[in-house]
């Protein structure tokens, strides 16, 4: 769904308050989760949107207004298909995607983010059985791939750096920081 469980949120919020990034591409916005969390915490971010389903850029008024700062900047497309210069950010969010993804595209799409030189990624997965498919008429909401939390662990520390993580009962979060 566009939406995330509240699962996590504070602890995410808690390690962006610490790093404190100048750029943030989320990946997979959906409502604008990350952003409406994060954006009132640290002024002067500059925020990208990857969204594949272009008809939540209206409905969920990703782009930044006068009176209203999400996105400053929206790219509706496949993020496997990105250019590698949207994943060069303080901080990349893969809030809710992975699971959207067949597990080689998710752990494939990671390994090109820190390639292209994230320094630092917030993923939540559901680590509970989640079964879903096509939402409001988008196909890609469909669960594809349902994640074990010790396969993302393993995952994450397979691309060097630190990783600092949180298991909820329903959601996993982790903060990957290049080394």
């Known amino acids: 769904m566009p939406t995330s469980d509240t699962e996590g949120k504070d602890w995410s919020l808690e390690r962006f308050r610490y790093h404190l990034p100048n750029t943030v591409t989320d990946v997979g ?45 929206i790219h509706v497309e496949d993020a496997r298909q990105s250019e590698d210069h949207l994943f060069y950010r303080d901080l990349v969010i893969l809030g809710d995607v992975a699971e959207h993804l067949p597990r080689e595209d998710a752990v ?55 990783v600092d993580s949180f298991r909820g009962t329903t959601l996993g979060c982790w903060w990957w920081t290049r080394g």
């Open 29 to 73: 916005p959906g409502e604008g989760t990350y952003a409406r969390l994060f954006r009132p915490e640290h002024e002067g971010v500059w925020w990208t949107a990857v969204e594949i389903h272009k008809p939540y850029v209206a409905k969920y008024k990703l782009r930044s207004t006068k009176t209203r700062r999400m996105y400053d900047e």
């Open 108 to 162: 494939a799409l990671l390994e090109r983010i820190v390639a292209a030189g994230a320094w630092n990624i917030l993923v939540s997965v559901p680590i509970v059985e989640s079964v879903q498919g096509e939402v409001d008429g988008n196909p890609h909401e469909e669960h594809v791939h349902q994640w074990d939390a010790d396969d993302m662990d393993a995952v994450l520390a397979s691309l060097g750096g630190k």
